[in-house]
């Protein structure tokens, strides 16, 4: 489904993002996640797409399983990062086969492992990756008439990698100009930010939806890890002060983390956000608890959902 379809003004949308597993037994905890997740009826789930493409395979192989074996709505990532024009087309051309409705053009994170040299990549900047696809959509290609939704990224607390907050905003604005219909954030835990954000490109007359990226933190580990995914995210005292409190206590960290997205969500909420996505790192008991303590209804009986999931979902990826 295009996400002009999906994201109405009257009501905020809910999604979820997934990553492809690498191994058999990270494959089944994901489909236990889906299976779960499905039951929720979100508006859409994103796919990531490993730095520098390399979990590409794993990546389309899941969209597709996704699109084909529930009654979920697969958005995949797609990186400039080690792609050239001609392999980029080729991954379009598949996702319109499969009636895939929707894309997020990223610039991607750089590859650790391999050498590697951004000057040889064929999309420099995330602008140019959605001015190709809007391209494609022109072709019409793609069996829906309007083409592949495209979406694009945005940062509440300023991309990392451009300290300079004016040329940031002049260069969210070029990928809005050149054709994205919507925006996710990336994770934040001060709505503050998001808020000012938000305010900020309609300053920049940038009008498109604005999605907010929420993750709870479930653990200490994890809460280490997501300062150095989300390239240096601000974590408010008051949350801080919370996870000092427990901080031996896996379970009351995990509480304090949930708790602390739903205040979030719940402030979204009521202050009119477009959609909140949740970055489920591919597990579902956090978001299960937050959805089911907003109060958000379920769009389906859990005996539909379960009679759409055919038994593929759980079949490996990983060979």
Not at 125 to 152: M, T, W
Request: hydrophobic share 40%.
């Amino acid at each position: 489904m295009h996400i002009r379809d999906i994201i109405r003004g009257d009501s905020p949308t809910f999604s979820f993002e997934f990553f492809p597993p690498k191994t058999p037994e990270a494959a089944e905890i994901l489909y236990q996640t889906i299976r779960d997740l499905e039951l929720y009826m979100p508006d859409f789930v994103s796919v990531t797409y490993g730095a520098g493409g390399s979990t590409r395979d794993l990546t389309h192989d899941l969209v597709e399983r996704i699109q084909h074996t529930t009654k979920l709505d697969p958005i995949p990532h797609l990186t400039c990062v080690c792609h050239n024009e001609e392999e980029i087309d080729a991954i379009l051309l598949r996702y319109a086969r499969s009636a895939i409705g929707n894309i997020l053009a990223l610039g991607g994170d750089r590859p650790r492992d391999i050498p590697y040299d951004k000057s040889r990549d064929s999309f420099q900047h995330a602008v140019d990756l959605v001015k190709f696809i809007r391209r494609f959509n022109e072709s019409r290609a793609h069996p829906d008439r309007r083409g592949f939704g495209i979406g694009v990224a945005g940062f509440p607390e300023g991309h990392p990698a451009t300290p300079n907050r004016l040329v940031e905003m002049d260069q969210l604005k070029a990928k809005v100009d050149a054709g994205a219909d919507y925006m996710v954030t990336q994770l934040f835990f001060d709505n503050r930010d998001f808020y000012d954000f938000r305010e900020r490109c309609a300053l920049a007359h940038i009008h498109i939806p604005i999605i907010a990226g929420i993750m709870p933190i479930t653990s200490m580990g994890g809460f280490k890890r997501i300062a150095e995914l989300a390239g240096g995210t601000r974590f408010p005292a008051k949350l801080l002060r919370a996870l000092q409190r427990c901080e031996n206590d896996s379970e009351m960290v995990r509480r304090v983390g949930v708790h602390f997205a739903l205040e979030q969500c719940h402030d979204l909420l009521d202050n009119r956000v477009a959609g909140i996505h949740f970055y489920t790192l591919n597990r579902s008991d956090a978001t299960r608890v937050i959805f089911d303590s907003l109060g958000i209804p379920h769009r389906r009986s859990a005996e539909a959902a379960a009679v759409s999931s055919s038994d593929e979902i759980r079949k490996p990826l990983v060979k």
